[in-house]
């Protein structure tokens, strides 16, 4: 079973940079189509799509954070990352890595969802 | 605030049947598929409904989901107490070209 996990600071000074890793268990990251997707949730609040990413480098990114956010990804290590610059105390949140998978129907429809995610991890932004 | 309007509670006794609604618009739900996720208390979010209304292998058919133009549904039948949870809708936005989730309704069962 493919599995997701996300590494990185817990803790990190406003105004500096939040980076996390997501590591994937097997060789899956350039072994399909999929792609890799970093979402956020405030303590006691809603999910939030923060970008996604596929193997060949093409990324998505929300409108809203566009600005601060860069998303890479490094296939020889099946890892995919985040950036995410000038944080405040808005930025705290459980940070989830999760892959978006895709196929397409008979009828050639596309159809997207996350349907793997790590565990979360917890960035607090604080002095 | 939410571009997919969920209630931000439901409520139901065990055995019974509970609905939760998405509501949203056309450049979202009217034109792409909606995705539902659970997420039990102090977990990842779990998916739930894929594509309206299919059902990843493991989850009960306890739980369906239905669309229709701008507005989807999630029912859960047979209510358990393991169903107590938060539930989310979430869709690709083709204005946004981005994702964009609901709110989120937690599920009491009394």
């Known amino acids: 079973q493919l599995q997701l996990q996300e590494s990185g600071p817990g803790l990190v000074k406003p105004s500096e940079t939040l980076s996390l890793t997501c590591s994937v268990s097997?060789?899956?990251?350039?072994?399909?189509?999929?792609?890799w997707g970093w979402l956020r949730q405030p303590p006691g609040k809603g999910l939030e799509w923060i970008g996604s990413?596929?193997?060949?480098?093409?990324?998505f990114y929300s409108p809203s954070l566009k600005s601060r956010v860069t998303l890479s990804v490094d296939t020889s290590q099946n890892q995919f990352s985040l950036r995410l610059t000038s944080v405040t105390a808005a930025d705290t949140a459980v940070y989830y890595c999760?892959?978006?998978?895709?196929?397409?129907?008979?009828?050639?429809?596309?159809?997207?969802?996350?349907?793997?995610w790590g565990r979360g991890t917890l960035v607090t932004v604080s002095s | 605030q939410s571009v997919l309007t969920q209630p931000p509670s439901a409520s139901g006794t065990p055995g019974q049947r509970v609905t939760i609604s998405c509501s949203g618009g056309?450049?979202?739900?009217?034109?792409?598929?909606v995705n539902w996720y659970q997420q039990l208390p102090g977990t990842a979010p779990k998916l739930l409904i894929y594509s309206n209304d299919q059902r990843p292998s493991g989850v009960p058919d306890r739980f369906s989901g239905s669309e229709s133009g701008t507005s989807a549904s999630l029912a859960i039948s047979g209510l358990q107490s393991e169903d107590e949870a938060d539930y989310y809708c979430?869709?690709?936005?083709?204005?946004?070209?981005?994702?964009?989730f609901g709110g989120g309704t937690k599920l009491t069962v009394l």
């Open positions: 056309s450049s979202n739900l009217g034109s792409n598929n």
């Open positions: 979430a869709a690709w936005d083709d204005s946004l070209n981005g994702w964009i």
């Open positions: 097997a060789d899956a990251i350039s072994g399909s189509d999929s792609y």
């Open positions: 990413i596929h193997y060949t480098g093409r990324t």
């Open positions: 999760a892959r978006r998978w895709n196929y397409y129907d008979d009828s050639g429809n596309p159809h997207w969802y996350f349907d793997l």
